[in-house]
T-cell receptor, first 112, second 113 residues
Framework: QKEVEQDPGPLSVPEGAIVSLNCTYS??????FMWYRQYSRKGPELLMY????GNKEDGRFTAQVDKSSKYISLFIRDSQPSDSATYLC????????????FGPGTRLSVLP | DAGITQSPRHKVTETGTPVTLRCHQT?????MYWYRQDPGHGLRLIHY???????DKGEVSDGYSVSRSKTEDFLLTLESATSSQTSVYFC????????????FGPGTRLTVL
Protein backbone atom coordinates (compact mmCIF):
# COMPACT_ATOMS: atom_id res chain seq x y z
CA GLN A 1 0.00 0.00 0.00
CA LYS A 2 1.33 3.41 -0.94
CA GLU A 3 1.55 5.89 1.90
CA VAL A 4 -0.38 8.58 0.01
CA GLU A 5 -3.03 7.63 -2.53
CA GLN A 6 -5.03 9.65 -5.05
CA ASP A 7 -7.48 8.73 -7.75
CA PRO A 8 -5.54 9.51 -10.96
CA GLY A 9 -8.64 10.67 -12.82
CA PRO A 10 -9.10 12.27 -15.23
CA LEU A 11 -11.82 14.23 -13.53
CA SER A 12 -13.86 16.37 -15.93
CA VAL A 13 -16.20 19.12 -14.70
CA PRO A 14 -18.03 22.03 -16.34
CA GLU A 15 -16.80 25.57 -15.80
CA GLY A 16 -18.19 27.07 -12.59
CA ALA A 17 -18.54 23.75 -10.78
CA ILE A 18 -17.21 23.05 -7.31
CA VAL A 19 -14.38 20.56 -7.54
CA SER A 20 -13.44 18.15 -4.79
CA LEU A 21 -10.01 16.50 -4.97
CA ASN A 22 -9.08 13.91 -2.40
CA CYS A 23 -6.16 12.01 -0.95
CA THR A 24 -5.91 9.29 1.64
CA TYR A 25 -2.84 8.48 3.67
CA SER A 26 -1.83 5.53 5.80
CA UNK A 27 0.67 6.95 8.29
CA UNK A 28 -1.12 8.26 11.36
CA UNK A 29 1.99 10.28 12.25
CA UNK A 30 1.52 12.58 9.23
CA UNK A 31 0.82 16.12 10.36
CA UNK A 32 2.03 18.36 7.54
CA PHE A 33 -0.05 18.49 4.37
CA MET A 34 0.51 20.19 1.03
CA TRP A 35 -1.35 20.63 -2.24
CA TYR A 36 0.48 21.37 -5.47
CA ARG A 37 -0.83 22.22 -8.93
CA GLN A 38 1.13 21.03 -11.95
CA TYR A 39 0.41 22.18 -15.47
CA SER A 40 1.43 19.92 -18.32
CA ARG A 41 5.24 19.86 -18.81
CA LYS A 42 5.79 22.31 -15.94
CA GLY A 43 7.09 22.02 -12.39
CA PRO A 44 4.67 21.67 -9.45
CA GLU A 45 3.46 24.91 -7.90
CA LEU A 46 2.63 25.12 -4.19
CA LEU A 47 -1.05 25.92 -3.62
CA MET A 48 -1.78 25.25 0.02
CA TYR A 49 0.14 24.22 3.14
CA UNK A 50 -1.61 23.09 6.31
CA UNK A 51 -0.48 21.74 9.61
CA UNK A 52 -2.56 19.22 11.57
CA UNK A 53 -6.34 19.09 11.17
CA GLY A 54 -8.83 21.67 10.07
CA ASN A 55 -9.53 23.93 7.12
CA LYS A 56 -7.50 26.56 5.34
CA GLU A 57 -8.90 28.90 2.72
CA ASP A 58 -7.10 30.92 0.05
CA GLY A 59 -9.31 32.60 -2.51
CA ARG A 60 -11.24 29.94 -4.44
CA PHE A 61 -9.25 27.14 -2.80
CA THR A 62 -9.98 25.39 0.49
CA ALA A 63 -7.82 22.65 1.97
CA GLN A 64 -9.33 20.33 4.53
CA VAL A 65 -7.60 17.72 6.69
CA ASP A 66 -9.43 15.03 8.65
CA LYS A 67 -6.81 13.17 10.63
CA SER A 68 -9.34 10.81 12.19
CA SER A 69 -10.10 9.30 8.77
CA LYS A 70 -6.68 10.10 7.25
CA TYR A 71 -8.36 12.08 4.50
CA ILE A 72 -7.13 15.24 2.76
CA SER A 73 -9.32 17.32 0.47
CA LEU A 74 -8.89 20.30 -1.81
CA PHE A 75 -12.01 22.18 -2.89
CA ILE A 76 -12.01 24.57 -5.82
CA ARG A 77 -14.98 26.94 -6.07
CA ASP A 78 -16.14 28.50 -9.33
CA SER A 79 -13.73 26.33 -11.31
CA GLN A 80 -12.15 27.84 -14.43
CA PRO A 81 -10.60 26.25 -17.52
CA SER A 82 -7.27 27.62 -16.23
CA ASP A 83 -7.63 25.24 -13.26
CA SER A 84 -7.13 22.31 -15.64
CA ALA A 85 -3.98 20.65 -14.34
CA THR A 86 -2.75 17.74 -12.25
CA TYR A 87 -3.13 18.21 -8.50
CA LEU A 88 -0.63 16.55 -6.18
CA CYS A 89 -1.05 16.09 -2.46
CA UNK A 90 1.85 15.47 -0.10
CA UNK A 91 2.11 14.58 3.57
CA UNK A 92 4.84 14.29 6.18
CA UNK A 93 5.24 13.32 9.82
CA UNK A 94 8.06 15.78 10.32
CA UNK A 95 8.93 19.28 9.29
CA UNK A 96 11.26 19.53 6.31
CA UNK A 97 10.80 19.03 2.60
CA UNK A 98 12.91 15.86 2.61
CA UNK A 99 10.20 14.08 4.61
CA UNK A 100 7.27 14.65 2.31
CA UNK A 101 5.56 11.75 0.58
CA PHE A 102 3.74 12.69 -2.62
CA GLY A 103 0.64 11.16 -4.09
CA PRO A 104 0.61 10.31 -7.82
CA GLY A 105 -1.71 13.20 -8.65
CA THR A 106 -5.25 13.66 -9.97
CA ARG A 107 -5.71 15.10 -13.45
CA LEU A 108 -8.48 17.71 -13.59
CA SER A 109 -10.12 19.05 -16.73
CA VAL A 110 -12.49 22.03 -16.47
CA LEU A 111 -14.56 22.30 -19.63
CA PRO A 112 -15.71 25.73 -20.90
CA ASP B 1 9.59 29.65 -11.10
CA ALA B 2 11.00 31.11 -7.87
CA GLY B 3 14.43 31.77 -9.41
CA ILE B 4 15.22 28.15 -10.20
CA THR B 5 16.66 27.00 -13.50
CA GLN B 6 17.52 23.52 -14.65
CA SER B 7 19.83 22.47 -17.46
CA PRO B 8 19.56 20.81 -19.82
CA ARG B 9 15.78 20.87 -20.21
CA HIS B 10 15.82 17.82 -22.48
CA LYS B 11 18.43 15.12 -22.95
CA VAL B 12 18.62 11.85 -24.83
CA THR B 13 21.51 9.59 -23.96
CA GLU B 14 22.57 5.97 -24.28
CA THR B 15 22.75 3.27 -21.67
CA GLY B 16 26.05 3.26 -19.80
CA THR B 17 26.95 6.90 -20.34
CA PRO B 18 27.37 9.37 -17.45
CA VAL B 19 24.90 12.23 -17.26
CA THR B 20 24.95 15.37 -15.11
CA LEU B 21 21.93 17.57 -14.52
CA ARG B 22 22.31 21.04 -13.07
CA CYS B 23 20.04 23.03 -10.81
CA HIS B 24 20.73 26.71 -10.22
CA GLN B 25 18.89 28.99 -7.77
CA THR B 26 19.06 32.72 -7.27
CA UNK B 27 17.13 32.71 -3.96
CA UNK B 28 20.00 31.79 -1.62
CA UNK B 29 17.86 29.09 0.01
CA UNK B 30 19.56 26.56 2.22
CA UNK B 31 17.72 23.40 1.16
CA MET B 32 17.81 21.94 -2.34
CA TYR B 33 16.27 18.70 -3.58
CA TRP B 34 16.29 16.38 -6.57
CA TYR B 35 13.13 14.42 -7.41
CA ARG B 36 12.12 12.15 -10.24
CA GLN B 37 8.55 11.95 -11.49
CA ASP B 38 7.18 8.85 -13.17
CA PRO B 39 3.60 7.97 -14.14
CA GLY B 40 1.76 6.33 -11.26
CA HIS B 41 4.51 7.06 -8.74
CA GLY B 42 4.31 10.75 -8.10
CA LEU B 43 7.40 12.64 -7.05
CA ARG B 44 10.13 10.59 -5.38
CA LEU B 45 13.08 12.12 -3.58
CA ILE B 46 16.52 11.14 -4.92
CA HIS B 47 18.89 13.26 -2.83
CA TYR B 48 18.75 16.52 -0.97
CA UNK B 49 21.17 19.10 0.40
CA UNK B 50 20.97 21.17 3.56
CA UNK B 51 24.03 23.30 2.84
CA UNK B 52 27.24 23.52 0.86
CA UNK B 53 28.85 20.07 0.81
CA UNK B 54 26.03 18.71 3.03
CA UNK B 55 23.90 16.13 1.26
CA ASP B 56 21.84 13.09 2.14
CA LYS B 57 20.03 10.27 0.37
CA GLY B 58 16.37 10.11 -0.42
CA GLU B 59 14.01 7.27 -1.21
CA VAL B 60 15.44 6.34 -4.62
CA SER B 61 19.14 7.25 -4.45
CA ASP B 62 20.67 4.09 -5.99
CA GLY B 63 22.54 4.93 -9.21
CA TYR B 64 22.64 8.66 -8.46
CA SER B 65 25.15 10.97 -6.81
CA VAL B 66 25.00 14.67 -6.02
CA SER B 67 27.31 17.53 -5.27
CA ARG B 68 26.87 21.04 -3.92
CA SER B 69 30.00 23.16 -3.99
CA LYS B 70 28.14 26.50 -3.98
CA THR B 71 24.88 27.58 -2.35
CA GLU B 72 23.29 28.25 -5.70
CA ASP B 73 24.19 25.05 -7.56
CA PHE B 74 23.12 21.44 -6.97
CA LEU B 75 24.28 18.80 -9.43
CA LEU B 76 22.75 15.37 -9.99
CA THR B 77 24.93 12.74 -11.67
CA LEU B 78 23.88 9.43 -13.13
CA GLU B 79 27.16 7.54 -13.07
CA SER B 80 26.12 5.03 -15.74
CA ALA B 81 22.67 5.73 -17.09
CA THR B 82 20.14 2.89 -17.41
CA SER B 83 16.77 2.79 -19.17
CA SER B 84 15.03 2.69 -15.77
CA GLN B 85 16.36 6.20 -15.17
CA THR B 86 14.31 7.57 -18.04
CA SER B 87 12.15 10.10 -16.22
CA VAL B 88 11.41 13.76 -15.62
CA TYR B 89 13.75 15.22 -13.01
CA PHE B 90 12.76 18.17 -10.86
CA CYS B 91 14.90 20.33 -8.65
CA UNK B 92 13.28 22.09 -5.69
CA UNK B 93 14.33 24.56 -3.01
CA UNK B 94 12.85 25.44 0.34
CA UNK B 95 13.32 28.08 2.99
CA UNK B 96 14.16 30.54 4.36
CA UNK B 97 10.87 31.06 6.24
CA UNK B 98 9.72 27.46 6.05
CA UNK B 99 11.49 24.23 5.13
CA UNK B 100 8.07 22.79 4.29
CA UNK B 101 7.29 25.14 1.43
CA UNK B 102 9.06 23.80 -1.60
CA UNK B 103 9.40 25.60 -4.91
CA PHE B 104 10.11 23.56 -8.00
CA GLY B 105 12.11 24.18 -11.13
CA PRO B 106 10.81 23.58 -14.67
CA GLY B 107 12.16 20.02 -14.93
CA THR B 108 14.56 18.06 -17.13
CA ARG B 109 13.17 15.35 -19.39
CA LEU B 110 15.77 12.57 -19.66
CA THR B 111 15.52 9.64 -22.03
CA VAL B 112 18.01 6.77 -21.77
CA LEU B 113 18.03 4.55 -24.84
Amino acid sequence: QKEVEQDPGPLSVPEGAIVSLNCTYSNSAFQYFMWYRQYSRKGPELLMYTYSSGNKEDGRFTAQVDKSSKYISLFIRDSQPSDSATYLCASSPLSGGQNFVFGPGTRLSVLP
Amino acid sequence: DAGITQSPRHKVTETGTPVTLRCHQTENHRYMYWYRQDPGHGLRLIHYSYGVKDTDKGEVSDGYSVSRSKTEDFLLTLESATSSQTSVYFCAISGPTSDNEQFFGPGTRLTVL
